[in-house]
C-alpha cells in the first residue's frame, strides 16, 4: 500500500524542484515582522522561503482552504498575515497541537532522537534550567503576544509561551498559550 493510500488522501500535488523553482528564478516573498526573532533569528532565510512557497502553492493547487498546526506557532501567524496582506483567497484554519500521552509535541523529527532523548524531551516544558540541567540547548525559551509576538513581560492581551531547543541532533519547538485572567477565573 502506497503512502497516498495509508494517509486516506484523494490526490497529492508534488511537483519536482526544478518546476517550482525553474532556472533563473528571482523572487522571494518575505512577511516583516512576524518573521523576526525566535525560529527566524535561528534559521534566517527560513520564512522567506516557506513564505514563497506557500504563496505559489495556493493558487497552483487551487487551494480554497488550508491547515496549519499551531506546533510552529510563528510559521501559522506568518502565513496569516501574508494571506492577509497578500489578498490571497484562502480560508486558514489552526489545527492544535497534537501531544504524546508524556506531553512532547507529535513532530516527525522525534523519531531522530535517541531512546535517552527521547525519555527526556517531555522536560521542554519545564523551563531553562530544568532543560539546560538536562543536556538540551536552549535556542529560544519566551513569553510573547500570541498576535504580535512581541516580547512581554506583563501581558494584557493572550500570550503564548514558545520554545525552541535541539537535543543532541534534533531541534525541537514547541509552544503553550498562557490563559488570559478571564479564562483562569
Known sequence: ??????????????????AMYPSG???????????E????AQRPGHFDGMATVVTKLFPQAGAESAWFGEKDY?????????????????RLRAVPTVREADGLALSSRNRF?????????PLLAE???????ARFKVEYL???????LAPCTTCHAPARVLAAVRLGSVRLIDNWP???????A
Open 1 to 18: 500500500m502506497n503512502r497516498r493510500a495509508k494517509s486516506g488522501a484523494g490526490l497529492v500535488y508534488a511537483l519536482a524542484i526544478s
Open 25 to 35: 528564478y528571482a523572487t522571494t516573498v518575505s512577511v516583516a515582522g512576524l518573521s
Open 74 to 90: 510563528q510559521q501559522w501567524l506568518v502565513v496569516r498575515r501574508l494571506v492577509a496582506d497578500l489578498d490571497i483567497p484562502v
Open 142 to 148: 519566551e513569553i510573547r503576544d500570541a498576535e504580535t
Open 113 to 121: 532522537l535517541s531512546p535517552g532523548e527521547r525519555a527526556i524531551a
Open 178 to 184: 498562557i490563559p488570559t485572567a478571564a479564562q483562569r
Open 37 to 40: 526573532g525566535l525560529c527566524g
Open 127 to 133: 523551563g531553562h534550567a530544568v532543560l539546560t540541567a
